[in-house]
């Protein structure tokens, strides 16, 4: 391979866009990095798209602005895109592509991982059954996040999605259990001001030394934004398969990252799918997302948190269609419930975590968690149904149950999707209050739960119907 | 075998053009690259072709060799497939696990069935007998449930000239001699290999008289599938169409499963291989792996092998349907395999139709729902077995009008139409039975009046139109409020609630519930529908539908669901004798009070 590297063309025939075209190549292989070095004396770095006739295709990370077909030279590596990883990453701050940009000590690698990892084999994961406590009660009691997870949060311009995050990094936690773990940050084209915000809160609760921050700002190239969740995933799979962490990832804003990833194919003239998207969206995001998890046999495990805004808050729009595909639930946020000034106004009606049910119920969060969750649910669901009606005919035309069901929904948003931002709930505070909400109904009202269950929470007085 | 060797010329992705590969064919499968990556020919021109490759091919350079084996893409068939796990071209899992641990590597090559171990041999011809392709010469108890039967392979007709005796062999031991007419002698071993592409001969197809059920009311009773038939379920992320599928896997009454998870989640096949073991098949009592085999390529395994894993799985449920097996084959999700072919076929350049679709789409799936059916089996006795296929489909935006949803529909004969304001409200199974139907309906009747009871239409009929009804209803409730109803109409309202949330819904998550046995729907159904016309008649002659809410056997029906299988005819029974009491005195009251002159005529 390194006789390879000592070659440098210089037979660059078509700038365009993120590619460069190199004429006159020889055994180039797919997907291998290239090193180039622009005619200001800049190295710049690329991978191969497309080889073969003599002819390479490569997408240039950093954009190709001040490239020429003259001057610039191309050398390919022989190798395909790897991240130095050690576990002294943690604490630390790199680029979008794993350079460190703080004023720390160079880091000494341990090993050297391709970038885009491997597919975990269906036989060796280990289905995700331990809750993890965020403190949110429409987290934790309507749809739980289980350790191995990927569950992302669909938001919109304006909504206080990155609160909500650095709410949930301060307070998760597996009650009754301290765990080495660690959150690697993966920031693709976000602003420098919300990166701040990310990095200060991490701060304040001591979680910065057990944080890696890979940061691609808004200003800073596009394209680079393809390798920056890889390069995280990567050092994430390192920290917990390597030194058994169990890892928080972030990312965000993933609708930046396809974003670089339309404007590659755009180049490449392929046919597009919806919106311009290619049509290989899913797969290539479902090569992001699949990389959380759990391994049999070993201790370390990735929870990956996915931020993404959806244009025009449209749920249906390629980037939040494609990840609810993958992941497993999604969070979305609400403009009405943050009009009606609800923090956090996640929106129960569509947010979902399929991992919850084997999270949840005796020896994980409580028993009675399955039927508080759906009666709870049961309600909202009529509460607002009940609100559209009044609109139209007014309350008086109520029945006293009808009644009951409007009052619900209100202390519902209110008290239980509603808490404050620095309101740390345990499960068994949120399901409490799960029942004392309940009481706003008689027993007989409560079809999805068991009489059983109604007797234990009268008793234990979470439950007090008139 | 000639193995010709060729170079590659260029790459893009799973795509690989080759030249100087001599005669090769088209669905070939071929070695790629010096890592000998498995690649499939899927265009030949003249001096090159064109290779889709099941294993990522970064590294890979021009130049470097391609390697052909003269085989096309196939599947070993025997014993040893039930309770395996595999990739997408039949590798087993725990295999490559064993070999390139818990990440999967690339160029890695096993077979999908075990040549070492020994399996109890049946024979069950003689010598002299005379015997042509699909008979059967003898089987193995392969699991506690499903015998494999061992078939005379096409090609071979003749004279049994040698049998073994009764005795472990393996799978590519000879067990059998067959001489045909020209005098040659064939050997016969119990290990076939077949291959993917075409589907498997049979005799003919036999109509499709017997439902398969799913243990899911709302199927069952609504829009219930056929043994052999074919169906879809489309719907967006989170409506249910895993959950769905893999109840089927659990619970269906066919003899043998094979699920495929074509580009979905790595999880949901993990929890199918960590809860199905331990689960029973309500049939036989046994571990329902031990009826069932999965196919496993997950969305971020290559895509080309995702194309493929459909066609590997239905080449398995032929086998096992030529042994006389009703076989239901479960695809999650159809809709990711198109797209597979989409990429494959955006890389080719070929010209696209809709939303970047090859033209050739709709073709595709057509053949591939043809493989399902009900069919006389090849061979002298009279084996039918059947093939019934239910896929999944993602439509984007969970809008049904997309191509892949619309191809769909109209090959397939059942739709099960998933509804995301149903799943929002937590309305599992969240399937809208106002818009899914099924065209098995009227050939299934038969047999529902037969096996359940012979009011079982009268029953679907009046629920369906209870539903239709209550739909209309609240499009009323919601310009001009409640109180503008009849009571009539109010009632119509509460027994559509009693179907819904007493009959319809049904958790996957309910230890009880998850099943319901087909007299157990029957009857839950028919004490709904008795309810609601005994409210219309108490409401026709002058009583409020909330006196009879506050009727205490209400609170009975809703629990119905949890009674146990084994013991729901008592819970049943006593259900209708206490509604039957309960209205007596109503009446009792009514006329005491003078309120109604007579009970209305029965
Ligand atoms: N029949 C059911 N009973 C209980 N819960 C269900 C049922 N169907 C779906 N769900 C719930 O909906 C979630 C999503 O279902 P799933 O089948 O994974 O959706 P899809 O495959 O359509 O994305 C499940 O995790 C489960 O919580
Ligand atoms: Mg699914």
Redesign the interface.
């Known amino acids: 391979m390194s006789k390879k590297s000592s070659v440098a063309y210089r037979t660059v025939s078509d700038v365009s866009g993120p590619l460069l075209v190199v004429e006159g190549t ?7 990095v290239v090193r180039i070095r622009a005619p200001s004396g800049e190295l710049l770095t690329g991978t191969v ?5 003599g002819r390479a295709v490569i997408q240039v990370f950093e954009g190709t602005s001040g490239l020429d077909t003259d001057v610039t030279a191309v050398r390919f590596t022989g190798e ?1 895109l790897k991240l130095p990883v050690s576990s002294e990453i943690l604490g630390r701050v790199l680029d979008g592509s794993g350079n460190p940009l703080d004023d720390g000590p160079k880091l000494t690698a341990e090993d050297h991982w391709d970038i ?13 059954r331990q809750p993890i406590q965020t403190g949110l009660s429409v987290i934790d009691g309507l749809n739980t996040l289980v350790r191995g997870q990927k569950l992302p949060i669909f938001s919109g311009s304006g909504l206080p999605h990155n609160r909500i995050a650095a709410q949930i990094v301060r307070q998760s936690k597996i009650p009754g259990e301290e765990g080495e773990f660690a959150i690697v940050f993966a920031a693709m084209g976000i602003t420098a001001t919300e990166a701040q915000y990310f990095m200060k809160s991490f701060e304040e609760t001591g979680a910065l030394e057990h944080t890696t921050l890979f940061l691609n700002l808004a200003n800073d190239p596009a394209i680079e934004r393809i390798i920056t969740p890889r390069a995280a995933l990567t050092a994430a799979e390192y920290l917990a398969y390597e030194s058994d962490m169990h890892v928080l990832v972030i990312l965000t804003d993933m609708t930046n990252y396809a974003e670089a990833l339309r404007e590659i194919s755009a180049a490449r003239s ?5 919106r311009g998207y290619p ?2 969206l ?2 290539d995001l ?2 992001i997302y ?2 959380a ?1 759990r ?2 046999g ?1 201790n370390g495990t990735i929870t990956q948190m996915p931020i993404l805004s959806m244009p025009q808050d449209d ?4 980037i939040p ?2 990840t ?3 992941t ?3 969070l979305p946020l609400s403009r009405g419930l943050h009009r009606r000034g609800v923090y956090p106004p996640i929106d129960p ?2 947010s ?1 975590s ?2 919850m ?2 999270g949840i119920g005796e020896g994980m969060t409580r028993f009675d968690h ?1 039927e508080v969750q ?1 009666q709870l ?2 309600g909202y ?1 009529e509460g607002i149904d009940l609100r ?2 009044v609109a ?3 309350s008086e ?1 109520l ?1 006293d149950r009808d009644q009951k069901y409007l009052k619900f929904a209100d202390r519902f948003e209110a008290e239980f999707i509603g808490q404050g931002e620095f309101e740390d709930r345990s499960f068994e505070q949120t399901l409490d209050l799960g029942w004392n909400l309940l009481s706003e109904f008689p027993e ?1 009202e409560l ?1 999805r739960c068991d009489p059983d269950t109604i007797s234990w929470a009268k008793e234990r007085g979470a439950y007090r119907a008139a | 075998m000639s193995h010709g060797i060729g170079r590659i010329e260029s790459i893009a992705g799973p795509v690989v053009r080759c030249v100087g590969l001599p005669s090769v064919r088209m669905y070939e499968v071929v070695r790629v690259g010096e890592q000998q990556l498995i690649g499939e020919v899927i265009e030949v021109g003249e001096g090159t072709c064109t290779v889709q490759v099941y294993e990522e091919t970064s590294g890979v350079a021009p130049g470097e060799p391609v390697e052909s084996t003269g085989d096309s893409l196939s599947v070993e068939l025997g014993p040893g497939l039930l309770g395996s796990i595999y990739d997408g071209i039949q590798r087993p899992l725990p295999e490559l696990r064993e070999m390139s641990g818990d990440f999967i590597s690339r160029g890695l090559t096993v077979e999908g069935i075990d040549k070492e171990k020994k399996w109890e041999f049946k024979p069950l011809v003689k010598i002299g007998d005379k015997v042509e392709p699909g008979d059967v010469i003898g089987e193995v108890p392969e699991t506690q449930i499903i015998t494999s039967k061992i078939l005379v392979p096409l090609g071979v007709r003749g004279e049994v000239v040698e049998i073994v005796s009764p005795g472990e062999y393996t799978v590519v031991e000879t067990i059998c001699k067959v001489k045909d007419s020209h005098g040659d002698v064939h050997d016969v071993v119990m290990l076939q290999r077949t291959p993917v592409r075409i589907g498997r001969p049979f005799k003919g197809r036999v109509p499709m008289d017997t439902p398969l059920i799913t243990g899911q009311r709302v199927i069952d009773t609504f829009m219930p599938q056929a043994k052999g038939g074919t169906g879809a379920i489309p719907g967006g992320f989170g409506t249910g169409k895993t959950v769905t599928l893999h109840q089927f896997a659990k619970w269906a009454d066919a003899q043998v499963v094979v699920y495929v998870g074509c580009g979905e989640r790595g999880n949901e096949m993990t929890e199918a291989l960590e809860e199905w073991p331990h689960l029973k098949d309500p049939q036989s009592g046994r571990p329902l792996m031990e009826r069932t085999v999965l196919i496993a390529n997950t969305s971020n395994m290559p895509v080309a092998a995702r194309e493929a894993s459909i066609y590997v799985a239905v080449t398995l449920a032929e086998y096992f349907r030529d042994q006389g097996y009703d076989v239901a084959l479960m695809a999650d999700s159809t809709s990711r395999w198109a797209e597979a072919l989409r990429e494959i076929s955006g890389r080719l350049g070929q010209l696209p139709s809709e939303e970047g679709y090859p033209a050739y789409l709709g073709s595709r799936l057509a053949q591939f729902y043809e493989r399902g059916g009900r069919v006389k089996a090849l061979g002298s006795g009279n084996r039918l077995g059947s093939i019934t296929i239910c896929g999944a489909v993602s439509p984007p935006g969970g809008d049904f009008s997309e191509p892949v949803t619309q191809a769909t529909l109209r090959i397939v004969k059942v739709f099960w139409a998933l509804d995301k304001d149903l799943a929002a409200r937590r309305f599992f199974p969240a399937i809208n039975s106002l818009t899914s139907y099924s065209l098995y309906q009227n050939t299934l009747e038969e047999w529902h009046k037969e096996n359940l009871g012979a009011d079982w239409p009268e029953l679907v009929t009046e629920a369906m139109a209870l539903l239709q009804k209550d739909q209309e209803l609240r499009e009323i409730v919601q310009l001009v409020g409640p109180d503008a109803l009849p009571e009539s109409e109010r009632a119509t309202l509460e027994a559509a609630r009693m179907i819904k949330e007493d009959f319809l819904t049904q958790s996957a998550l309910h230890e009880i519930d998850t099943y319901c046995p087909p007299g157990k729907t029957y009857r839950m159904l028919r004490v709904i529908i008795n309810f609601a016309r005994k409210m219309a008649e108490a409401v026709s002659v002058g009583v409020h539908v909330r006196r009879l809410l506050e009727f205490s056997v209400l609170d009975n029906i809703a629990r119905m669901k949890i009674a146990p299988w084994d013991s729901y005819d008592s819970t049943l029974d006593a259900i209708e004798t206490k509604m039957e009491r309960e209205f007596q005195t109503l009446y009792q009251e009514l006329s005491d009070s003078g309120m109604v002159m007579s009970k209305p005529a029965e």
């Open positions: 020889h055994n180039v292989s797919y997907n291998e798209l497309e080889t073969g006739r395909t885009y990892g491997s597919p975990i084999n269906p036989y060796a994961r280990q289905y995700p392929e046919v597009p799918g919806r049509g290989y899913y797969t479902s090569l699949e990389r998890g391994i049999n070993r749920m249906t729009h390629p269609d494609l609810g595909y993958i497993e639930g999604q009606g569509p979902l399929r991992l049910k084997e399955k759906a649910y049961y669901s559209d009606l139209v005919v007014g035309a029945t007989r079809k």
